[in-house]
């Protein structure tokens, strides 16, 4: 099993920064690409951007620019730093690991997720 738990959301300003992060733990062998998801009030869960082992990246169009996604393989960590927020971001943040890359997986993991809520 995989355990996943997120912190770094808070209070922010819009035109603020806050950097996410994301610790892995338990059956960490199994883990491939990670990634990280939000949703807000009322919506879907919405993808942000995805991140592999080897350190290939994705984002959602709509945040490309503004948000990027890091990793530290040693310490099975994966970040999401994000800039320049507005109040719409606002939202509850998850992290996401699984067994495949990018593209495809048959297992997936989530942590608990992290609340980020932007004032203007």
């Known amino acids: 099993q995989v355990q996943l738990k997120e912190s770094g959301g808070g209070l922010v300003q819009a035109g603020g920064s806050l950097e996410l992060s994301c610790a892995a733990s338990?059956?960490?062998?199994?883990?491939?690409?990670m990634g990280w998801y939000r949703q807000a009030p009322g919506k879907q869960r919405e993808f942000l951007a995805i991140?592999?082992?080897?350190?290939?990246?994705n984002y959602a169009d709509s945040e490309k620019g503004r948000f990027t996604i890091s990793r530290d393989n040693a310490k099975n960590l994966v970040y999401l730093q994000m800039n320049s927020l507005k109040p719409e971001d606002t939202a509850v943040y998850y992290c996401?690991?699984?067994?495949?890359?990018?593209?495809?997986?048959?297992?997936?993991?989530w942590g608990q997720g992290t609340q980020v809520t932007v004032s203007s």
């Open positions: 996401n690991a699984r067994n495949g890359g990018i593209y495809y997986a048959t297992q997936n993991y």
């Open positions: 338990g059956s960490i062998s199994s883990i491939n690409a």
């Open positions: 991140i592999s082992r080897g350190g290939n990246t």
